[in-house]
């Protein structure tokens, strides 16, 4: 079958990336898309299974830094479209061990932008679209918001990396002419996230009636944004979002952390029958985050007015449909949990 255009996602086995190659394959049979998952600690084809026989799906396992396997994908598969999302994406592991985070969020970005570069002869309808974070601009007080124009201001080596990434692929823009885009997004939350970050790793270990580490003061504010509203936006961007510009994509849900995980405990007493109450005896401050970012917030007007995006679902319902992915999906998450998971909770959190 002829393809209208074939789309190379990177890092479509995590998370997000998961999440939004179940869209493009479901919702444009007229595509083909290639996935190009290095299968790391948080890639897992387990969250694809729905989607693995379609007909216009391809998965390949590969490095994004291996410039002789990405420069023989593009030649091979003609690429019309790269969508970036592969990355080592949590800040706790950037500050345990940054190198992984500069080979990968840097480097490899340098090698996908290459590769673009040197294949695509003709620019014309090509599209290399970075998918990045709002952590790059640093942090904010109690008020104000991020615009696509706040100044950078990194501050982890998981920001400092993506925010590298994003300068080198606008350089190619300005440099080269390639045709990028770039969007900026807040904390995902939602079906297949890894429990490490903060919000499966809370719904886990409620489930085993475990401590519930609550950096610092628990007064850190994250922007929260249900992932498919993630996927659908991207999926626009990378269909309408003009090219050369930045697109701050956020959920208009701003939680302190505290309150976030008492939410998450009542959810989740409700849902286990349990006494109200019993899940909030469990949580427990720890030692802060070194470098933690105070509060993240986004205007995310830009991308309403230009293009009509909102998000769609709200963190009640969004929490409660996440609680309740992770309790029908224990087996998943057992299986995640075992192995690795155990030496890096040790390591981070000081228990098994
Ligand atoms: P994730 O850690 O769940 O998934 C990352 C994926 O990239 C995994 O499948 C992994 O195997 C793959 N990968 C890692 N190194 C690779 C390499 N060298 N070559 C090929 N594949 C590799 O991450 P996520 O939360 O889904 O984030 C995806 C992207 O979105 C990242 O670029 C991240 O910076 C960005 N982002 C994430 C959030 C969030 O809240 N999670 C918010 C904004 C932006
Ligand atoms: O803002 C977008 C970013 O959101 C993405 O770019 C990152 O890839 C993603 O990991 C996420 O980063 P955060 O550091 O904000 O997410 P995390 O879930 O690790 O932490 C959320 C907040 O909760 C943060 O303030 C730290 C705090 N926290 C986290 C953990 C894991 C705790 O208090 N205890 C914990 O055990």
Known sequence: MAFQQTILVTGGAGF???????????????????????????????????IEDNPNYTFIKGDITD??????????????????????????RSIANPMSFIETNIVGTVVLLNAARHHWEDYTGKRFYHISTDEVYGSLGETGYFTEETPYDPRSPYSASKAS?????????????????????SNNYG????????????????????????????????????????????????????IGQTYNIGGNNEWKNIGLVQQLCDIMD???????????????????RPGHDRRYAI?????KRELGWEPTIQAAEGLRRTA????ENTEWLERVTSGAYQQYYQEQYGEA
Do not use: M
């Open 299 to 303: 205007d995310a007007s830009k991308i």
């Open 191 to 242: 079906p297949y996230q890894f429990p490490e970050k903060l919000i499966p790793l809370v719904i886990n270990n409620i489930r085993h009636n475990k401590p519930l580490p609550v950096y610092g003061d628990g007064l850190y504010t994250r922007d929260w944004l249900w992932v498919e509203d993630h996927a659908s936006a991207i999926a626009l961007i990378y269909h309408k979002g003009r």
């Open 270 to 288: 409700q849902l286990l029958g349990r006494k109200a109450g019993t899940s909030r005896g469990l949580i427990t401050f720890v030692r802060d």
């Open 324 to 327: 309740e992915w992770y309790l």
């Open 67 to 92: 410039e002789e396997h990405i420069q023989q994908l593009f030649a091979e598969y003609r690429f019309d479209g790269v969508i970036h999302l592969a990355a080592e994406s949590h800040v706790d």
């Open 16 to 50: 997000i990336g998961s999440h939004l190659v179940r869209l493009l394959v479901n919702e444009y049979p007229e595509y083909h898309i290639v996935n190009l998952d290095k299968l790391t600690y948080a890639g897992n084809l387990e969250n694809l299974k729905d």
């Open 165 to 185: 990434s994003d300068h080198l692929v606008r350089a190619y823009y300005h440099t080269y002419g390639l045709p990028v885009v770039i969007s900026n997004c």
